[in-house]
C-alpha cells in the first residue's frame, strides 16, 4: 500500500480497534458517553466514524471508488478493508481507502479540539490529491523505487508461484504486535489477505519471522503450495536460507518453517538496494 507511514499506523490502530473512539473511551471510563459529535444518533465506534456516520458516507460517495461493502451498524474497519481486499480492488484503491479513512478520523480529532468540520466531500477530494502528491514526491526523490515503505516496488513470483508479502508493527505499550499477510499470484492478483494481532512484546525481527510463520499457514491453509517469502528483514533471509547462522530469537521459527516446506516448494525472496536475492529454502 503506496501510502504514508502515519496512514499506516492508522490503519493498524483502526483495524484492531485500538483508536480512542469515544466508544473505546467509555469503555475505559475516561468519558461517560459514547454518542457521536458528527450526527449524535450512534455510539462512535471505528466503523461509525469511518464508515457509518452520514458524513462518511458522503466522503465515500464522493470517492470515485465502486465499493460495496457489507451494511451493518457493528462493521468493524477490519471487515471494511477485508471486504475491500476481497474485491480485488487494486493497490491504488486500497490506498485511496485508507488515506480517506485517516482523513475523516483526523478531522474527527481536529473537530473535537475546536476545528472544523469538513464535508465528507471536502476529504475525499483532499485524500485524492494529498495521494497524487504523495506519490510524486517518492517518484521524484526515489525513481527507481517507488514504494516508501519497502524501498522496491512489488514483482511478480515465477510461474505457479504465489509471493507471500507481509508486514509488521509493533506497538510496544500494549506488548503486542499486529501482523499482515498478503498472498497474490503470478500476475500480482490478491489470492488472500489476513491481518492479526499477536499479543507478545515481538522485537522486528522475531515479528517478522512470526509473520511470515503465519503466511506460510495461511497459503497451506488455502491450499497454495508453491510460495515465495518477501519480507523487509535480511536477518530473516539469512536465517531461512542458511546464509548464516540464525539469529537466536529465530531458530524456533526457522524450524517451523522447514517442518511446513515438506512437499511443497518455499523460496525467499529479498530486496536490498538495487540486488534482489533469491534462494529455495532447505
Ligand atoms: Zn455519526
Redesign the pocket.
Known amino acids: 500500500m503506496q501510502v504514508p507511514h502515519k496512514i499506516r499506523h492508522f490503519v493498524w490502530r483502526a483495524c484492531r480497534d485500538a483508536l480512542p473512539t469515544k466508544q473505546n473511551l467509555l469503555k475505559r471510563k475516561i468519558i461517560s458517553e459514547e454518542v ?1 459529535e ?2 449524535k ?2 455510539p ?1 465506534t471505528v466503523g ?2 469511518l464508515w ?4 462518511a458516507r458522503e466522503a465515500w460517495e464522493c470517492s470515485k471508488l465502486v465499493i460495496r461493502p457489507t451494511d451493518g451498524a457493528n462493521l468493524s474497519f477490519q471487515d471494511i478493508m477485508w471486504t475491500m481486499l476481497l474485491s480485488d480492488v487494486g493497490d491504488d484503491h486500497v490506498a485511496l481507502i485508507a488515506t480517506i479513512a485517516w482523513a475523516l478520523w483526523h478531522n474527527r480529532n481536529e473537530t473535537r479540539y475546536g476545528g472544523v468540520q469538513k464535508f465528507g466531500q471536502h476529504l475525499s477530494r483532499w485524500a485524492s490529491n494529498y495521494l497524487l502528491e504523495y506519490k510524486a514526491a517518492v517518484a521524484q526523490n526515489n525513481p527507481a523505487a517507488p514504494l516508501p515503505q519497502h524501498g522496491v516496488a512489488w514483482s511478480p513470483p515465477r510461474g505457479g508461484h504465489f509471493k507471500i508479502n507481509v508486514d509488521v508493527a509493533i506497538f510496544l505499550k500494549q506488548k503486542s504486535v499486529g501482523v499482515g499477510v498478503v498472498i497474490k499470484d503470478e500476475e500480482g492478483r490478491l489470492e488472500a489477505a489476513l491481518s492479526k494481532k499477536i499479543h507478545a512484546p515481538l522485537g522486528a525481527v522475531e515479528a517478522e519471522a512470526r509473520a511470515f510463520e503465519m503466511g506460510l499457514l495461511f497459503a497451506r491453509d488455502i491450499g497454495v503450495r508453491n510460495v515465495v517469502l518477501e519480507g523487509d528483514s535480511l536477518v530473516v533471509y539469512n536465517a531461512l536460507c542458511n546464509i548464516s547462522s540464525p539469529h537466536p530469537l529465530l531458530i524456533r521459527w526457522s524450524k517451523a518453517y522447514k517442518t511446513f516446506v515438506g512437499t511443497s516448494r518455499v523460496w525467499a525472496f529479498h530486496m536490498l538496494e538495487d540486488r534482489a536475492m533469491f534462494q529455495p529454502i532447505y
Open positions: 457521536c458528527g450526527c444518533e450512534a462512535e461509525h466514524v457509518e456516520c452520514p458524513r
